[in-house]
Structures are given as C-alpha cells and as structure tokens.
C-alpha cells in the first residue's frame, strides 16, 4: 500500500510536470490539474460541479464487458474552453450540452473534453459520455490499486479513494457530491446492486434490469456496483426504510455468521442514531462479497455499505457493521474535503465499534483504550504517525483507525458525557451534506464545550511519538 501510494503521488508529479510544458494553453479551467487535494494533487476537476450522474448501464458478468452511458448533470463554475473527467475506460462519443465535443486521453486518468463552444461560469454543462471497456482490464498506471473486483459470476466496485473511474466518469473528489440515478442491465439470473433505493426491478427478453436512485448527495467513491448471483433478503425498518442486503451464494459456510452481522443493520443504526442524530440516508443494506471476489476490506458505500467475506470467516462481526453504518454519518454525510482529513471518517467510525462494545457489555471504551495503547510498545512504528496528517502513503494506517479512536476517547473523557454527545450532534447538522476539516471540528468541538483543546488535539492528532499515559478519566472514574 505505502509503496503504490508513493509511486502515485511521483506519477502525479511527473502529470504536473507534462502539463505545464504543454504547448495548448487551455486557459480557464486547466484541465487535468486536480480539484487541489494537498495529498492527491491530479484528483478531481475543477471548472464545473457535478449536480447529479445518470448511469444507464448495460453488464455482461462472463466477459466482464461494460457498457453505457453516464449523463452528468452539472454547471461551469468558471468560463469553460475545456474540462477533464476522471475516467480510464475506453470513451466512444462525448457530447456536451446537446453536442458533439472532442475528448482525448491525458495522464494518468483523464479525458479532456473540449466542447464545441465555451460554455460560460454559471451556465449549466450537461455531459453525455458513452463508453464501452473490460474494466478489469483496465490497468491504472497510476498505481497497482484495482477499483474493480471480478469474480466468476460478477464484479463490485469498489475502492478508496480510486474506484470511480473503473465504471463511470465524473469529478473524483469527495468535495464534489452528487444525487445518482444508476440504471444497470444485466442476464436473467444476476442481481446488480447499487446504492440508495431500487426504483424499478423487471425481467424481459432475458435481461434483468435494475434501477437504483441515490438521492442524498453522495461523494463519488461511496458509489459502487456490485453484480452476481445474490442472495437478497428486501424489508422495511420501522421507521420505514427499505433494506436490501445482498450475499454472495460462494460465503457457503460463511452464510450464517454474514447474515447475523448484516440482518443486525436496523439495530446498529438505532443506537447509532442516539450517539449522532438521525441517519441522513433514506435507505439500508449490506453487500457481503464471496472469497472469489478476492476482497480483503469493507467499505461504507452510501447506504449500502460492501463487506468482504473475510470478516465473517471466524463468526459474526457487528463490530465492522456498526463501523461501516458510522461511516454514513462520519464520511458519507459529512465529506472530507481534503483525504488528509481522513481522522474524521475513520476515527470515529472506529470508535462506533468501541461503543458498540461498551452497549454489548463486551468492554468499554476505557477498557478499549487501555488495551489499544498498550498494545503498541512505545518504540512501535504505529507511533509515527499523527492521524490528524498521516500522510499520503498512510492515509489507511492503523494509526488512523486505533490511535484516531484514542484521540475520539480523549475528546470525551476531557469534555464529559453530555458536551461530546452535543459535539457530534452538532456536528453533523453543522455540516449537513458538506464538506469539511479536522480544523473545522476542533474548532467547533472548542465552541461547543467552551474549552480550550489544543493540547489534547496537538497530542492525539499531531504528534509523533507515543502519548505519555492512555487518555484516563480525570477523576480516576470509569465512563462506563
Ligand atoms: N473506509 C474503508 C473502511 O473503513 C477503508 C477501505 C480502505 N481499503 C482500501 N483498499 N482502499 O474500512
Ligand atoms: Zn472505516
């Protein structure tokens, strides 16, 4: 992992390199350069914003060739000659605002499209791409990541932060979000999943077709598609969400554990909603991959959040559901607007597991804490890395995950029980559907509890080495 994130970001400088030595002046909107992301300068676009993608796509699971088109609906944030999508698969015509445009191919993950007329900032840009690929053929030279995971009897995808441009073109970068409408044909006998909720399901001529309609904006990569042979078990939660989770018939004896974590969906998410407020989303499921996918992490895709099989291979795991459905609130709700933020999703999704396991009796979050940090000896390596800027090559460190958590717990035992419970609420109907930064949130966390903080941040967020003492209650009480 370290080592393709570092080939990345040199690729990505050789990009800016190309591009400034390029001889076409594209003035505006410098296609190609990047939203500015510090940590993934060539992701993202800038120029327009994305308002809502229409996928209508066709899968064929035994050759793995997909084909469609997206439709994006967006606006021209600045006067517009030409504009880069994120994209790698194989374009066939692009049309921009009722007519033909040209595009070409440019570093490692862009087609420049230039529209027959400039089109004016403020004025509404709607981009019909159509394009045809094997995409697990696709290689990214960017590098050895692979956003789509086939298998035998179909493909998910699903990666972070690179996995949208292996099955759709848009603007890749979390401070972009959009609604989705993903429509996806496939042979009869193949469900193909997406996010949000199914609008339309039919079978004719052989072909199933399923409608998917997301439509809380949602960051491009909390987007997936996931197509086999599914198992779906479809319901309504109490408060009248409708929950589709789909398993992959090759968990064989994984099935049971699989369907003990997920069917516990609607359970996690009530107590979640205590601790955070009320779920943003207006839809629930799980995907569980099967070994053949070859997957070897969850991820929180909007709503509908992929687990792979391996972590249900000792039994059940509530514990990677609570993290994953935390993940709505911390991540899909409110969005990174640069990944060097990403203690905010991972911190405290990791810290939902402690208190899950705090409510199941299974340990407190003290209890957690004490073990976390005295797992890690003090000259462990874990210990470089501050989670509040782990760096590009480590923005899925375990220090992110456990010592992001550590510094969650530090944030609660040092404002007490009520104020961190404001501070995550608030929190999260602050930047309702936003973006924003780790400085936002200790920010608002100093606000909130009218405390002075920065210690305690600089300590579990910024520094290397390890802390002196676990975080500990002041008075010496246990939270719990
Ligand atoms: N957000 C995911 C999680 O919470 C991380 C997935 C990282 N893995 C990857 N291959 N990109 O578990
Ligand atoms: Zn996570």
Known sequence: MARSRLRRVGAAAVTAVLLTAAPTAIAAAAPGNGIGDPYFPTYGNT??????????????PETDRLSGTATLVAEATEDLDAFSLDFLLDVTSVRVNGKPAEFAPRGTHKVVVTPASPVEEGRPLTVVVKYADV??????TGGDVHGWHRSPDGAVALGQPEVAWWWFPGNDHPRDKATFDVLVNVP?????????VLTRQY??????VYAWRQDRPAATYLA????ARYEVNQDTTASGLPVYNAYDPGLGTMMGAARASIERSEEILELQERDFGPYPFNALGGIVTGPETGLGFALETQTRPVY??????????PY????????????????LARWQDIWLNEGFASYAEWMLSEHEGEGTAQDLADYVYASYPEDDPFWTVPPGAPGADNVFHSAVYDRGALAVHALRLAVGEETFSDILTTWQSQYTD?????DDFTELAQKVSGQDLTELFDTWLFTEGRPATPPAPRDGARTA
Do not use: C, I, K, M
Request: proline fraction near 1%.
């Open 434 to 438: 936003a973006n924003a930064t780790v």
């Open 308 to 317: 792979s099989h391996a972590f249900f291979a000792r039994g059940s795991n």
């Open 320 to 335: 990677v559901v609570a993290h994953e459905l935390a993940h709505q609130w911390w991540g899909n709700h409110v969005s």
């Open 188 to 196: 009869e006998g193949y469900t193909a999943v997406s996010n949000g």
């Open 47 to 60: 120029g327009y914003s994305v308002d809502h993608y229409d996928l209508r796509l066709r899968y064929e």
């Open 224 to 227: 997936t598609l996931a197509v």
């Open 135 to 140: 995409p697990s053929e696709v290689r990214w």
């Open 203 to 208: 079978t004719l001529g052989g072909r199933s």
